[in-house]
């Protein structure tokens, strides 16, 4: 006869755990200046599996992003994403974005890089629209950003 706690140690509960985890989180990517990575939150309630969110760093600057918004930004159906906290003032727009969000400034105070702004790039703007972006990706970056993005979602 087995004991109450043996019977909790085994195989089949730990089986039961391993088949819950998630799947491994892809290499990070870089482009030029910017490093991209998966990585994954804990959720508000604890019996919820962790949340896998997109992590943009360029330099000094770190923010996070879903997943879902970034597919939606990429294939043209909203021109701004904000990111997950929005209290680092950082966001990721495509040129519908930038001249949205420079038609939401003063003229006198938008910067001169929004009028050379290429119409199929990405920009990850930090601060003020004045101010210049963290990071310009083109579209060839996009393509290759789009791939590794396929391989974060589960």
């Keep these: 006869m087995f004991s109450w706690f043996r019977r909790n140690t085994a195989t089949g509960l730990a089986t039961g755990d391993s088949e819950q985890k998630s799947p491994a989180l892809p290499a990070p990517l870089t482009l030029g200046s910017l490093l991209i990575e998966a990585v994954e939150i804990p959720a508000r309630r604890a019996s919820k599996?962790?949340?896998?969110?997109?992590?943009?760093?360029?330099?000094e600057t770190q923010t996070r992003l879903h997943p879902e918004e970034l597919h939606d930004l990429l294939a043209g159906r909203v021109g701004i994403i904000d990111s997950m906290t929005?209290?680092?003032?950082?966001?990721?727009?495509?040129?519908?974005?930038?001249?949205?969000?420079?038609?939401?400034?003063?003229?006198?105070?938008?910067?001169?890089?929004?009028?050379?702004?290429?119409?199929?790039?990405?920009?990850?703007?930090?601060?003020?629209?004045?101010?210049?972006?963290?990071?310009?990706?083109?579209?060839?970056?996009?393509?290759?950003?789009?791939?590794?993005?396929?391989?974060?979602?589960?």
């Design 49 to 59: 599996p962790p949340q896998r969110v997109v992590q943009w760093s360029v330099g």
């Design 86 to 154: 929005g209290s680092d003032g950082a966001f990721l727009c495509n040129a519908a974005g930038v001249q949205a969000a420079v038609q939401a400034e003063k003229p006198s105070r938008v910067g001169k890089w929004t009028a050379v702004f290429p119409p199929d790039a990405l920009a990850l703007l930090t601060g003020l629209i004045s101010d210049e972006p963290a990071v310009i990706i083109s579209r060839e970056e996009q393509v290759t950003f789009a791939r590794w993005l396929d391989t974060v979602s589960y």
